[in-house]
């Protein structure tokens, strides 16, 4: 993963600044970026898989993160279901370098793993694990142009410049928090839409705004995901004993 | 005069609009080339199939096939096939498309495992990674002579396949050196839409020309031939339009109606024309024209009705386009005879002043082949009547019992077809590329239970056995492959590190200690690949206690693969189906019936076992197709037997006039034990067709007994005259179907001359002989027809 899972999700530092001025796209999507951005997050998310006949599954983990400059940590721990509980995963982005560790409590051992697909589901959910990352592109990692404006939202189409797993996204911004309302992933081709991606409630931790409740859903199979944020936590200090192969040893 | 000529030219109007508007709906008609469109939408097999789908993804996958004749692992190949793959996965509708050159390959490492790109410029180590997973790969990407590469395309749900397969044709057209083809089930159905569509634009014309022939055989003059077609295209273009304007779907069968109408509408209109020419001396054509038609109206509407009910009985068919195909049949043919009686009178009202030359050789000839004929059934008659009565008993029973059956969409194909040799080619060099696939849910059990897995083991074993049978992909593989490159070796239990701790990041300090660098530096892993190739099922040896642990191992194992194994298990962590696929080197009905019937017996009871799958609907139709067969073959004959009786009002008569279809059905079946022709969804139509066409003769030569002042040579003469002149033109005119692009409709066109032959010449043998030998039993209770 080259990015972590948390920096999507933390939603941090409301600066509602409204500027009079009209902002590029990609002055928007840095805002964006920046609401999104966080030093240290602890997130505890309930995913629910909503099968096309309208059956669910549940899961349930917990994350840790931390960044320093461009270096990112973070922990992941699986809480359910009861057959993956305990089973935790160790990501370190440190000096560009990728390391991926995974904890396997039936074995009681740690392993070394090779890093994922980003393209790849995560736990059998809608969301790839890029999508975990993070659902919009930074400023210079593709193409943004407004495609439409209006009193309460930007459009903004980006198009990639390393089209790897999306061709294109279209993402409605909200201009009052600049958290993203929906997001459109596009095939490779550009035209066809693959996964939608709603927030569906948004509430303000620590005095950030956050995405509480989104649902990402794949077109093709109606298969969709719900990903709620029961707990949160922003920008607290958190030690570096966290992101070592002690912790995710022993839990300890 | 001048009232008639303008009702006359109103009729031929209107006539052509309606043609034109037919014609005009052949771009709209909605075409559908797969047997799924047979299939009832509420046969177990396609909602099983829906169910799986909705589950598991897309079932029809394409396989492209990249062979060389030498070996496809040089560097220069395998660059090709990188190239391909990669520009196959990004056509539109393609989810995934993998080969041997692109696969991530899971290997151990110093400290776990790694992913690597299966070739990675390296042929050596190529082949080291094929070799320490050969089972997986060997037989799926590559084969065991290394000639033949497969790429692999899995396709969205709702992918475009024919412009899919055009991408891939597209991009396969640039490979020099190497035999490339596309396979599958997509591909095969793709094929017959276009045969289809190549049947549609030359079969029907081909079938005119026939026709054109044959009425010119008859009638010897090109207006009249030209005349006689009109009514034809008539009703075929409407035929056509009615099918695009209710958007019944173009199908194998209902494409044959149009071709039907042309050489059943045929009979009418000669023998409209041929009493025409028999009456008519010149001048005025509008008086005879009104006593020949009126003459002919019942004899053309007794012989439509027959012949319609014939296809009525369609209707009784479980398969959809078959009913489908009777009731426009049914509309067709009567449009058919109402333009024989209406429209071409109109236009030889308009066309003709003067009589056409007679034939009288003609005559001549025709009576010594009647006075051979009488002189025949006088003298052996008998023997005729005996040897036939045992053809009958025993032929037909027997001819039916040898049917064989299948509905295997390749078979549509002749053997020599690049398709058929491909595919063939494929499934020797590989698993196979025929599949059917079983959805699995163990009731009352885990499915990644190590019991349950074992299950699942010991059954594909047991299906393995077979050789027909290529190759079995399920999940058992990468557990397997997951144990041995994570699972712990042989004395590395014991150590196992302290109890393990619940905990919550929300209820905890979160700023507790420094950082244990020391420990992290001198940590070292576990090397990849010490456990074995196994399904962890002996607690003990994991330092487990209960299989609920093992299951949670595999489980754990599997959150790394999860975004790879969504084809064998419907959730990643906690599954409750698992589906595997069945790779076939043939697809065989009787093999597939009894591989179907076997699996299911291969779990406990309480499982749920599905199967679905192209080979699974093959399977369900040839059931279906044998079904839909007996019914039209029963209801056929009771419909036209009510109907003989509602003409001859005894139901002797009625009885007796279902010889020549009986005669017609046993040289049928025959012919087709004879031949090796499967009953399959075109050719099952054929029984219910003789019996609508055949029963005809029978009610001709019937009625013409019943006229007293008439001999049998002259009903020979005359009647019997009409009878083969009417087998003959519906038995060219079905000749013209051996062109067609498809197996079953050629054979339909052969079986169905074969038919027309047995019938007529029944019906003039066997019917005859009755009436010189025993005059009571044809003898009708009224003067009829």
């Known amino acids: ?252 | 005069m001048e009232t008639k000529r303008f009702g006359d030219y109103t009729i031929i109007v209107l006539s052509l609009i309606l043609c034109i508007a037919g014609l005009m709906g052949i771009p709209y008609l909605h075409i559908d080339s797969s047997t799924d469109a047979f299939i009832p939408h509420d046969d177990p097999v396609a909602k099983t199939n829906e169910e799986i789908e909705a589950v598991f993804g897309a079932l029809d996958a394409i396989v492209v096939s990249v062979k060389s004749p030498t070996t496809m692992m040089t560097d220069e190949n395998l660059r090709i096939l990188a190239d391909l793959t990669k520009q196959i996965e990004a056509i539109d509708g393609v989810k995934q498309a993998s080969s041997i050159a692109n696969m991530k390959h899971l290997e151990p490492s110093a400290s776990g495992v790694e992913v690597v790109t299966m070739y990675d410029g390296d042929l050596d180590v190529l082949r080291e990674r094929i070799d320490s997973w050969s089972s997986f790969y060997r037989g799926t990407l590559i084969s065991d002579d290394e000639k033949t590469a497969a790429i692999l395309v899995q396709l969205t749900l709702n992918a475009d396949d024919p412009t899919l397969l055009a991408d891939i044709r597209a991009i396969l057209a640039g490979v020099d050196g190497l035999k490339t083809s596309v396979l599958g089930l997509p591909v095969v159905t793709e094929e017959i839409r276009l045969s289809l569509l190549s049947d549609l634009a030359f079969l029907i014309p081909i079938v005119a020309t026939l026709l054109i022939l044959i009425l010119f055989f008859f009638l010897r003059s090109v207006k009249a031939t030209i005349l006689s077609l009109v009514p034809l295209i008539f009703s075929s273009s409407l035929a056509l339009g009615i099918m695009a304007l209710f958007k019944i779907t173009f199908t194998m069968a209902t494409m044959l109606v149009p071709v039907l109408l042309l050489i059943v509408g045929s009979a009418y209109t000669i023998h409209i024309f041929s009493h025409f020419f028999e009456e008519y001396e010149g001048g005025d054509p509008g008086p005879i024209l009104s006593v020949v038609v009126k003459r002919n109206i019942y004899p053309i509407a007794a012989a439509a009705a027959t012949t319609a009910s014939g296809f009525l009985a369609q209707l009784s068919s479980p398969l959809g386009p078959f009913r489908t195909f009777g009731v426009l049949s049914f509309f067709g043919v009567v449009i058919c005879a109402t333009s024989s009686l209406v429209l071409l009178p109109a236009l030889i009202r308009l066309m003709y002043t003067k009589a056409p030359k007679r034939r009288e050789q003609e005559v001549r000839s025709s009576s010594i082949i009647v006075g051979k004929t009488v002189a025949l059934v006088t003298r052996w008659g008998k023997p005729i009547l005996v040897i036939s009565f045992l053809i009958l008993v025993i032929f037909l029973p027997l001819s039916y019992s040898k049917l064989g059956n299948g509905t295997n969409m390749l078979s549509f194909f002749r053997p020599s077809t690049a398709l058929v040799k491909d595919t063939r080619q494929f499934s020797a060099d590989m698993q196979g590329s025929f599949s059917l696939s079983v959805m699995v849910t163990p009731t009352g059990a885990k499915t990644l239970a190590p019991s349950t897995l074992k299950t699942l083991e010991a059954a594909i074993d047991t299906i393995s056995e077979d050789p027909y049978i290529g190759g079995v992909q399920s999940i058992i593989p990468f557990i397997k492959r997951m144990n041995q490159l994570l699972g712990p070796g042989d004395d590395m239990v014991s150590d196992a590190p302290q109890e393990e701790v619940s905990f919550d990041f929300f209820s905890m300090d979160m700023g507790f200690g420094d950082v244990d660098e020391a420990y992290d530096d001198q940590w070292v892993g576990d090397a990849g690949g010490q456990g074995l190739y196994e399904i962890p099922s002996d607690p003990a040896r994991y330092g487990l206690s209960t299989e609920d642990d093992l299951a949670a191992l595999i489980a754990q194992y599997l959150l790394l693969y999860s975004s790879s194994l969504d084809a064998f298990i419907n959730d990643p962590l906690e599954p409750d189906a698992t589906l595997f696929t069945v790779l076939l080197k043939e697809s065989d009905d009787k093999r597939l019936a009894a591989l179907t019937a076997m699996i299911p017996t291969l779990f406990p009871a309480e499982w749920e076992v599905k199967i679905g799958g192209g080979e699974a609907v093959s399977l369900a139709l040839t059931n279906l197709v044998t079904r839909s067969q007996i019914i039209s073959i029963f209801s056929s004959f009771i419909a036209v037997w009510l109907l003989v009786l509602l003409t001859f009002r005894s139901p002797k008569l009625a009885t007796i006039s279902l010889i020549p279809c009986l005669f017609a059905l046993t040289a049928v079946f025959s012919a087709m034990v004879l031949f090796s022709i499967k009953l399959d969804i075109v050719t099952s139509l054929l029984a219910a067709l003789c019996i609508g066409v055949g029963i005809d003769y029978a009610i001709h030569l019937l009625a013409a007994f019943g006229r007293e002042d008439r001999d049998l040579p002259y009903i020979l003469h005359t009647t019997g005259k009409a009878i083969l002149a009417n087998a003959a033109s519906v038995a060219l005119g079905f000749a013209g179907l051996i062109v067609s692009r498809f197996t079953p409709i050629m054979n339909l066109g052969l079986l169905f001359c074969i038919a027309m032959v047995a019938a007529s010449l029944s019906a003039l043998l066997i019917l005859p002989a009755l009436k010189i030998h025993y005059p009571s039993l044809v003898k009708p209770r009224r003067k009829a027809i």
Do not use: C, W
Not at chain 1, 21 to 47: E, G, R, W
Not at chain 1, 119 to 127: A, E, R, T, V, Y
Not at chain 1, 230 to 235: E, G, N, S
């Open chain 1, 1 to 252: 993963m080259k990015r972590t899972l948390t920096i999507l999700l933390i939603m941090l530092v409301l600066t509602p600044m409204l500027f009079a001025a009209s902002m590029s796209a990609s002055q928007i999507i840095t805002k964006v970026t920046d609401t999104q951005k966080s030093d240290s997050a602890a997130m505890d998310l309930k995913l629910t898989l909503i099968e096309a006949n309208g059956t669910q599954r549940e899961r349930r983990i917990q994350t840790l993160t931390k960044s320093v400059g461009d270096d990112v940590m973070s922990i992941t721990v699986f809480l359910s279901p009861e057959s993956v509980r305990n089973t935790r995963f160790l990501t370190k982005d440190v000096g560009g370098q990728t390391e991926q560790y995974i904890y396997l409590p039936a074995l009681k051992r740690v392993k070394r793993i090779a890093a994922g697909e980003e393209g790849g589901s995560f736990m059998g959910s809608d969301f790839s694990y890029a999508d975990m990352a993070s659902t919009t592109y930074d400023a210079d990692e593709a193409v943004h142009t407004i495609v439409s404006e209006d009193s309460l939202s930007y459009t903004i189409q980006s198009i990639p410049n390393n089209r790897k797993t999306y061709g294109k996204l279209v993402v409605v911004v909200d201009k009052s928090n600049y958290l993203p309302l929906k997001v459109e992933f596009y095939d490779l081709d550009q035209k066809t839409v693959i996964k939608t991606l709603v927030t569906e409630q948004q509430d303000v931790v620590d005095g950030r705004p956050i995405t509480k409740i989104l649902t990402m859903t794949t077109l093709a199979t109606g298969h969709a995901t719900r990903l709620e944020i029961v707990q949160a936590r922003y920008d607290m200090p958190i030690s570096d004993n966290y992101f070592t192969l002690k912790f995710l040893e022993t839990g300890r």
